[in-house]
């Protein structure tokens, strides 16, 4: 059982928490990723398990981590763990409080790729591995280092134990102004038999869509109580544009024009042109079945995906007459990390009157958006795709456990719900 707060205590208390603390949507310190750089792609980070494309896992269970070097000279290359806070400042745990072997290690599975035009070579990592095991739950950095120890990029994964259960629903919203494009989140957490004292302080939560970092709302406290029950069914406050459903191209049969793409050619690596992109903002929803901003890397004309699946430059065309004043135009995926950067940034052609973007994928199949980012980098996605209360997303509720004296942030439990079957 859990302490219950006297009535005056409770009004009180939530009266400050509320004022200080409430729906934040981001850190002033917290741990900045850093972002690969241009030789450096398709990064995958995702559970061992069918259908997975986040690197979120239970204690004791496996992720692989694998990226494509493009200047394919068989560098050195270290990876590092941290553990993290809940709001991603690396914690001050000892590295042997949370890892059993090495917290830092080379990275000893790489090989060059064969028969492809774009030569790589392509590394590959299994966390945990026999020389190392991460111990505890919690918010985690894997940092890849070049052989000077410096960080070429970071990605974020969470490891949780299940100590509660959590129940999530998508509901349309009942903001009447944005009835029609938002969904709403409501989530109950079933303590079970853990000891909270102080489920107001001790519980936090994060909650994100389609594992999209820019998407995170974190400090959300419970709205009620009820015996060993956390409920978190505000009519709004947490609340999500539901954005439109993905675009994607297939470039598995490199060779051959498939339903997205226009047109291919072979120079001096293979040229993927699709069609030329319009606006959906003013259009009627569409179903338009996607894999909600991830990609799978295939190929049907290699035996071995990994080292024979070659690279294409992508062509982009956009059609828009969207208001870009201090914005610019980024075409935006897992591919990436959903990340805003020079290399992912449209380019207005006045000979074409179209934003254009090349960009090297390997073959695949991938999911993308066209957004508009300020320069804060502050993304958003319904500028130019619309956004559309029946769009098909997945939410993920993080739920962190911290009591007074504890030394580190435990992620005692995930919960998952989409908003195919909207409960209003």
Same mark, same amino acid.
Not at 1 to 18: A, G, I
Not at 204 to 211: E, P
């Given at each position: ?37 241009? =030789?450096?792609?398709?990064? #995958?980070?995702?559970? %061992?398990? &069918?259908?997975?494309?986040?690197? +979120? @896992?239970? /204690? $004791? ?109 998508? =509901?349309?919203?009942?903001? #009447?102004?944005?009835? %029609?494009? &938002?969904?709403?989140?409501?989530? +109950? @957490?079933? /303590? $079970? ?232």
């Amino acid at each position: 059982m859990y302490f219950f707060f006297k009535k005056f205590h409770l009004k009180l208390y939530l009266s400050l928490f509320f004022c200080s603390f409430l729906f934040i949507t981001g850190f002033g310190q917290q741990v900045i990723e850093v972002k690969e750089p241009k =030789h450096i792609k398709t990064i #995958i980070f995702e559970a %061992n398990r &069918k259908d997975s494309y986040v690197p +979120i @896992i239970e /204690l $004791g269970q496996k992720l692989s981590f694998s990226f494509d070097d493009l200047e394919g000279d068989q560098k050195i290359y270290y990876y590092r763990i941290d553990h993290c806070e809940y709001n991603w400042q690396k914690s001050s745990l000892l590295s042997t409080e949370f890892i059993a072997g090495y917290q830092e290690d080379r990275i000893r599975e790489f090989e060059n790729s064969f028969n492809t035009l774009q030569p790589y070579t392509h590394y590959a990592l299994q966390i945990p591995n026999r020389d190392m095991q991460i111990k505890i739950s919690g918010n985690y950095l894997l940092s890849v280092l070049d052989q000077n120890r410096q960080t070429v990029f970071t990605r974020r994964f969470i490891v949780y134990q299940p100590l509660v259960d959590v129940g999530v629903s998508v =509901h349309r919203s009942r903001n #009447i102004e944005f009835i %029609n494009q &938002k969904q709403d989140v409501e989530f +109950i @957490i079933n /303590l $079970g038999n853990l000891q909270v004292r102080n489920p107001y302080q001790d519980i936090q939560v994060m909650v994100l869509k389609n594992w999209d970092w820019n998407s995170a709302i974190y400090n959300i406290p419970p709205k009620y109580i009820n015996n060993n029950q956390l409920l978190y069914n505000y009519v709004s406050e947490i609340s999500f544009w539901g954005d439109n459903e993905y675009l994607y191209f297939d470039t598995k049969e490199i060779r051959n024009a498939t339903n997205n793409i226009k047109q291919t050619r072979m120079l001096d690596i293979f040229n993927t042109y699709l069609y030329i992109d319009q606006e959906r903002r003013s259009m009627p929803y569409t179903v338009y079945p996607d894999i909600n901003g991830n990609f799978v890397v295939r190929n049907l004309d290699g035996n071995q995906s990994l080292l024979e699946t070659d690279y294409s430059l992508v062509h982009f065309k956009l059609e828009t007459s969207v208001d870009l004043k201090g914005k610019e135009i980024y075409v935006f995926g897992n591919y990436n990390n959903w990340q805003i950067s020079d290399q992912n940034k449209m380019i207005y052609n006045n000979q074409t009157n179209l934003f254009e973007l090349s960009l090297p994928f390997k073959q695949g199949f991938y999911n993308y958006l066209y957004v508009v980012a300020d320069e804060r980098g502050k993304v958003d996605k319904k500028a130019i795709e619309g956004s559309y209360y029946q769009t098909e997303n997945e939410y993920e509720v993080v739920v962190y456990f911290k009591q007074f004296g504890d030394r580190y942030t435990q992620v005692i439990g995930i919960g998952a719900g989409n908003s195919e079957i909207l409960r209003n």
